[in-house]
Each structure stands twice: as structure tokens, then as C-alpha cells.
């Protein structure tokens, strides 16, 4: 009787309840990224999954609360990524050349997060309240990371307080440029892989100037 249960047991493992919530996120990105999230189906996403609707009902209670748990991952995962890249006696232009290399990465290894950004951003959520207001909490999320590191600079001297604003619209505006250019796929796989490397040496440069 023992050596029957065995697979089953593994089996189980297998279809843990974070693999298949994952898997269910990730096809949903993919197609929200390829057509927008209004045209998007739970029944698209449950046949590119190979799962049935209750399944996904069971670890979401629509396909909005699907797509608010997505925005949410995301800033759990950024907000951890930060945590790391902050960890050490580490000077602003690392943590910034940290965090520029960490997004230039995921966008040369998982396109459809690009794609599913800058249709966030620039394309559809504004037509309706529910994805707006989902928006609007990762990028004050996104904006209150951004601030910490900033702010921890100014305290070690490297910025000053009168230069956050302006330092913070410069950080974002490559962070927008990732989010474009990673939609035109050959340009953006063209780009060195020294990019973020460079911009946040470039950031920190005119800092430097305008100290002086």
C-alpha cells in the first residue's frame, strides 16, 4: 500500500498550490502583454494554463482580482530586490547601476514583462477605474522605493536634499526608456549589456556637477 501512495504523493508536490497560482499568473501576463488585459478571457488564460475555470477561481476571484494579485507580486518583488540591493556598505551609483541592471535583465529574459508594463503604462488601464487605480499603487509604490534610496544617499552626503526631485524624474525616465525600447525587441536586444551600468555612472556624474 505504501509503494501506491508514493506517487500520488509526489504528484502532489508536483501541483503544489504556488506552482499552479504562478503558472496561472505568468500565462496571464503573457496575454495581457499580446492584447490587453479587457480583451484578455479567463477562458484564454485557463487553455494556455491547461487548467479548467474553477481551478483558477479557486486562486482568484475574477479575472480583476487576478490581474490587482499580479501588480501586487510585483511590488512585493520589487520592494524585496531593493532590500538586497541596499544590503552592505554600498554607494548610490551601485544600488542605482544595481537596480537599472536587475529591470534591463528581466526585459532581456522574460519580454512579456516589458510588453505587460508599457500596456499598463502608456496603453489601456486609464480607459477603465479598476486597472487605473491598480496602476496608480504600483507606480506610488514603485515611487516610494525609489525615494528610499535617494534619501538614504542624501543622508551619506552623495545627493543633495534640494536635487531628490530632479534626481528622482531622471531615474525614472531610464526606467521609462527600459519599459519603450524593450518593446522593439531587435533594438533592444542590441543594446550593451553595460547600459544601465553606463546611465547610472552618467546619473551620478551630473550630481556630482551640480554639487560642484
Do not use: W
Amino acid at each position: 500500500m505504501k509503494k501506491r501512495n508514493a506517487p500520488a504523493k509526489e504528484s502532489c508536490a508536483k501541483r503544489s498550490p504556488l506552482t499552479v497560482r504562478e503558472k496561472i499568473m505568468e500565462a496571464a501576463i503573457e496575454l495581457f502583454a499580446q492584447q490587453g488585459i479587457e480583451k484578455t478571457s479567463v477562458r484564454q488564460i485557463v487553455s494556455r494554463v491547461k487548467v479548467t475555470k474553477p481551478v483558477l477561481y479557486y486562486y482568484f476571484k475574477s479575472k480583476d482580482d487576478l490581474c490587482r494579485e499580479i501588480f501586487r507580486f510585483n511590488i512585493k518583488a520589487m520592494r524585496a530586490a531593493m532590500d538586497e540591493l541596499q544590503k552592505g556598505d554600498k554607494t548610490f551609483e551601485e544600488v542605482l547601476s544595481g537596480v537599472f541592471s536587475r529591470m534591463f535583465e528581466l526585459f532581456r529574459r522574460k519580454p512579456e514583462s516589458g510588453k505587460f508594463a508599457f500596456y499598463s503604462i502608456y496603453m489601456g488601464t486609464h480607459k477603465n477605474k479598476v486597472y487605473e487605480a491598480m496602476l496608480h499603487d504600483y507606480l506610488k509604490a514603485q515611487r516610494a522605493v525609489i525615494m528610499e534610496i535617494i534619501e538614504a544617499a542624501c543622508r551619506r552626503g552623495e545627493i543633495c536634499k534640494k536635487d531628490t526631485a530632479d534626481v528622482f524624474n531622471v531615474i525614472r525616465a531610464f526606467l521609462n526608456f527600459l519599459i519603450i525600447s524593450s518593446n522593439y525587441r531587435e533594438d533592444f536586444m542590441a543594446l550593451d549589456k553595460a547600459t544601465p551600468t553606463r546611465f547610472a555612472q552618467l546619473v551620478c556624474r551630473g550630481i556630482c556637477r551640480v554639487k560642484a
